[in-house]
């Protein structure tokens, strides 16, 4: 398991890194109801009537939380041989996740990495 301070910056930079994308993504589809918010450690992507994404640390588990309007709950931990966020039920990783699930919801593609 991560020791915690290596998780937090892990996960800060993470989603960090992804409202910043969400952001500039917000500037490139036009969506009513697009907005990007981050406080409290919840990064919250809202798509209007398409729905909303949230993301949260999970410190205890080392562990970032992700619900989504398409897949819906999943727990994300950091691999560190790949050297990215992993759903282990599935082996989905963090970005692609949401790569795919946006372009498929809001019809214009991101790049996340």
């Known amino acids: 398991m991560l020791q915690e301070d290596q998780f937090h ?3 800060d930079s993470t989603i960090h890194t992804l409202q910043e ?3 500039e993504y917000g500037d490139n589809v036009d969506i009513d109801g ?3 918010d981050y406080g409290n450690d919840v990064l919250t992507l809202k798509l209007g009537d398409l729905g909303t994404y949230v993301l949260n640390k999970q410190t205890p588990n080392r562990q970032i939380w992700l619900s989504s309007p398409v897949s819906g709950p999943s727990r994300f ?3 560190q041989s790949s050297k ?3 759903y282990r039920r ?3 990783n963090l970005f692609g ?3 795919a699930e946006l372009e498929k919801l809001c019809g214009h593609p991101i790049d996340l990495s």
């Open 21 to 23: 994308k969400f952001e």
């Open 77 to 79: 931990d950091w691999d």
């Open 97 to 99: 996740l949401l790569e």
């Open 90 to 92: 599935t082996k989905a």
């Open 84 to 86: 990215t966020w992993v």
């Open 9 to 11: 910056k892990l996960a």
């Open 34 to 36: 697009f907005d990007v």
